[in-house]
């Protein structure tokens, strides 16, 4: 069935470190959203990514979709503790399709 | 706005007993609403897509009869878990699509329910 692969499970990183997580398609998706979940929470929409190419920011988070909109990747610089939780890619390979989730990249930030 | 809430927060029934989760949209209309289960560490398991009027569309390998969906207005869908058994035991998430606007292709989540069966 359609999958999004999403790497890598676990990251690791002290204060300060750069953070980024990946996730593939092996279909073309219409558009793919990223969200993060605090431990014990529920996952917050972050962005949606539409167009072939598009790069956006917020803040610290840099968010790109690949041109071939089969891949995309959430960078974080410079992280802080506050940045802990997982974060889920969610893609769609139709426009008003169902969103399949990567598997999630647990962030842990060591002050 | 986008609110999205869910009842109960925790549960803990008996192994047979029947659990209902309630989903809303509290401040906007949703045509559509998914049911999402996660287990500890792991990625949202998409179970079921409820429509507003219409019968829910189970993903593969749920049992429409184990889960029984009821999305009865456009700010509410209900799953019920029937004979809960511990293997039930889970994390339930709902989500919310707004029926229009520009969070159109946004989905917006609930708190969680997380059933836990003896």
């Known amino acids: 069935g359609q999958q999004v692969m999403q790497i890598p499970q676990y990251q690791h990183v002290q204060e300060g470190e750069d953070f980024t997580t990946y996730c593939n398609s092996s279909?073309?998706?219409?558009?793919i959203q990223w969200y993060k979940q605090r431990p014990g929470g529920h996952p917050v929409f972050l962005i949606q990514?539409?167009?072939?190419?598009e790069v956006k920011k917020q803040k610290r988070l840099t968010f790109q979709f690949g041109e071939a909109k089969k891949n995309s990747s959430l960078h974080i610089t410079a992280t802080q503790t506050t940045d802990v939780g997982t974060y889920f890619c969610a893609g769609k390979h139709n426009q008003g399709g169902k969103l399949i989730f990567g598997q999630g990249t647990e962030l842990s930030v060591k002050p | 706005g986008a609110v999205v809430s869910q009842h109960p927060s925790r549960v803990i029934c008996k192994s047979g007993t029947s659990v209902k989760i309630e989903c809303r949209s509290l401040?906007?209309?949703?045509?559509?609403m998914f049911w999402y289960r996660q287990f500890p560490k792991k990625s949202l398991m998409l179970m079921a897509t409820?429509?507003?009027?219409?019968?829910?569309?189970?993903e593969q390998g749920v049992e429409k009869d184990k889960f029984l969906i009821n999305h009865a207005s456009l700010t509410l869908s209900t799953l019920t878990v029937t004979s809960a058994h511990p293997e039930d035991s889970s994390f339930y998430i709902c989500?919310?699509?707004?029926?229009?606007?520009?969070?159109?292709?946004?989905?917006?989540f609930g708190p969680g329910t997380r059933l836990t069966v003896l």
């Open positions: 279909t073309t998706l219409s558009n």
């Open positions: 989500s919310a699509r707004p029926r229009q606007g520009a969070s159109y292709n946004e989905q917006f």
């Open positions: 990514l539409v167009k072939s190419g």
């Open positions: 409820s429509n507003e009027g219409s019968k829910a569309t189970y």
């Open positions: 401040d906007f209309q949703a045509t559509t």
